[in-house]
């Protein structure tokens, strides 16, 4: 039986994948409405095919509670949050659910962690924890990193089709757990060992920043010298060895934003580019700010409250808001003590924002200038809907004349 341990982003799927396979799994996360939820066949996020997945592993009997259940295998995918000031690594929660499985698992079980760690957390700070309590790493169980690298708005497909990595102490246990993943994992199994396994994690998404860093700052020299950074792109992309990354209106999500800190936290004299690539793509919320007041001065509009960023989430079509430019871009205007602006997003359903519109009409009537922060599917079926609005597209997805860009 395998134990999954947190059933957040990574954890639902990766649970409910195992049990559509067949294999017998329990599901149990610390937080009680959410597995009450999850036993009432509710799911807690949107996903997409997350639902009918779901309705697959149930009926192949996967349970959920807040309890750890004594077996030989558990897969951690607790949150990894960093320290704000420290940029350093919180691994508190894993931790704690490693000591939790300590108490409970049978003699020789196999601990998998997912969730994404910095280089070096397992030797660091995980080995030392397990063998304080007076557990022989090898005998008494086993460690493995097992980094997962699904893309939140198509994670099922990804969980099937992307490869992945199992770092582990031993080429025996290493391919036990490859063996295990290949149930539903249709492509390479690639076998490392643990730091190796959590740096290529860290190292993929930092590759993102930093690409993704170039883009944006090549929109600020565009921008200067008034050229086209998106023709440019285009072309330079022709060259075969050349891919550069779409310029945004910053970074946000819990990866691509967060991971690079870790190796800055760790390793602050040697990551000058990186701390670079994250101060550029941190920046670009207050890009888009200047563009604000540039296109108000140019048409004559002296209220922040006739504009309305579109979009609050991370990125298209998910609802996750977790790093959102947008909602760093209305913190930084009232940090300014700039209130007012408004915004309004379709996937998000709650209110997390002071002047957030739940109606797309209401926000449209109220504002003078929309911000295209995020290209849901729902602005791409309604751009005929804000053609009369002066328009700023930071998405890169209006592309008719007089439409201001980043
Ligand atoms: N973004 C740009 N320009 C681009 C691409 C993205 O500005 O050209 C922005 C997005 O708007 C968003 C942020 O970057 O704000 C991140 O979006 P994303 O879709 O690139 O990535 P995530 O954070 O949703 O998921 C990433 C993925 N990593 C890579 O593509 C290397 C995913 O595969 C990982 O599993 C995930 O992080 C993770 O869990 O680490």
């Not at 509710?42 to 309890?67: V, Y």
């Not at 967060?258 to 670009?284: E, H």
């Not at 209130?339 to 926000?363: E, H, L, T």
Request: contains cysteine; hydrophobic residues 40%; aromatic residues 8%.
């Amino acid at each position: 039986m395998i134990n999954v341990i947190g059933l957040g982003y990574i954890g639902l799927p990766t649970a409910l994948m195992f049990a559509k396979s067949g294999l017998q799994v329990v599901g149990t996360d610390k937080n009680e409405m959410v597995v009450e939820q999850l036993n009432k066949d509710k799911i807690h996020f949107e996903e997409k095919g997350l639902l009918s997945l779901f309705k697959e592993a149930r009926d192949k009997g996967i349970n959920f509670t807040t309890k750890y259940q004594k077996t030989d295998i558990y897969i951690i995918a607790v949150p990894t949050p960093y320290d704000l000031v420290t940029k350093k690594i919180d691994l508190r929660f894993v931790i704690k659910a490693v000591l939790e499985i300590l108490d409970i698992c049978v003699k020789g079980a196999t601990i998998i962690i997912e969730s994404t760690i910095s280089p070096g957390s397992i030797d660091k700070y995980i080995r030392p924890e397990i063998e304080k309590k007076g557990y022989v790493i090898g005998s008494d169980l086993h460690l493995v990193h097992a980094p997962e690298r699904i893309i939140p708005g198509n994670m099922i497909y990804e969980l099937e089709n992307n490869s992945r990595t199992i770092g582990a102490d031993s080429y025996e246990i290493a391919n036990k757990i490859k063996k295990l993943y290949s149930t539903f994992c249709k492509q390479e199994i690639v076998i490392t060992d643990i730091r190796t396994a959590e740096m290529s994690k860290v190292v993929e998404n930092t590759f993102r920043d930093v690409n993704i860093a170039f883009a944006n700052e090549l929109a600020k020299i565009c921008r200067a010298d008034n050229m086209d950074v998106y023709e440019v792109i285009r072309i330079a992309n022709k060259h075969p060895r050349v891919n550069i990354l779409k310029p945004g209106p910053g970074v946000g999500g819990h990866c691509i934003s967060v991971d690079p800190w870790f190796l800055v936290g760790d390793y602050p004299d040697l990551t000058n580019l990186i701390l670079a690539a994250r101060k550029t793509n941190d920046s670009m919320p207050s890009h888009v700010i200047s563009r604000i007041r540039e296109i108000m001065k140019e048409n004559d509009i002296s209220s922040i409250e006739k504009v309305g960023l579109y979009g609050m989430t991370y990125k298209e079509n998910v609802d996750d808001v977790r790093e959102s430019p947008t909602l760093q871009l209305i913190n930084i205007l009232e940090n300014h003590l700039s209130f007012g602006i408004k915004s309004f997003d379709p996937c998000v359903s709650n209110k997390i924002a002071n002047n957030q519109y739940m109606n797309f009409d209401d926000f449209l009537s109220d504002i003078e200038v929309i911000v295209i922060m995020v290209a849901h599917d729902h602005i791409l079926n309604n751009l005929d809907n804000i053609k009369d609005k002066k328009i700023l597209d930071t998405k890169n997805i209006y592309l008719q004349q007089g439409v201001y860009k980043l």
